[in-house]
Nanobody, 122 residues
C-alpha cells in the first residue's frame, strides 16, 4: 500500500503563486510516476501534470504549460506543484496520485490523496 497526502492549498489572488506538496509513504518501490489532477465544482476530474519517479520525465496539460511546474525531492519522497500566474479558473480541489505506470489517464493511478483546496479569487 502507498499513502499519498497533499498539502499547500490556500486562497490566493489572481496572478498569485502557490506551491502544493505531495508526500508519499509506504510501498513506494511500486511507484513509477506521480501525477496531479484537479476537480472544479460541477466538473470532471482533469489531468494537470505528471512526473516520473526518477524525475527525468514530466508532462503537462496544455492549459498549465508555462505556468505550472512539477518537481520532486527523492530524499523527502515528495512531489511539488508550483503554480504561477493563477487564474480564477484554476480554482479546484487538487489531488495527488501515485501509480505504477507513467501516464495522464486517471485509471493508471492506484493511490490517491484526499485533495487540497485551491481558490483563486480577489
Amino acid at each position: 500500500q502507498v499513502q499519498v497526502v497533499e498539502s499547500g492549498g490556500d486562497l490566493v489572488q489572481p496572478g498569485g503563486s502557490l506551491r502544493l506538496s505531495c508526500a508519499a509513504s509506504g510501498s513506494i518501490f511500486a511507484i513509477s510516476s506521480m501525477g496531479w489532477y484537479r476537480q472544479a465544482p460541477g466538473k470532471e476530474r482533469e489531468f494537470v501534470a505528471v512526473i516520473s519517479w526518477t524525475g527525468d520525465s514530466t508532462y503537462y496539460a496544455d492549459s498549465e504549460k508555462g505556468r505550472f511546474t512539477i518537481s520532486r525531492d527523492n530524499a523527502k519522497k515528495k512531489v511539488y506543484l508550483q503554480m504561477n500566474s493563477l487564474k480564477p479558473e484554476d480554482t479546484a480541489v487538487y489531488y495527488c496520485a501515485a501509480g505504477p505506470i507513467y501516464g495522464t489517464r486517471s485509471y493508471q493511478y492506484d493511490y490517491w490523496g484526499q485533495g487540497t483546496q485551491v481558490t483563486v479569487s480577489s
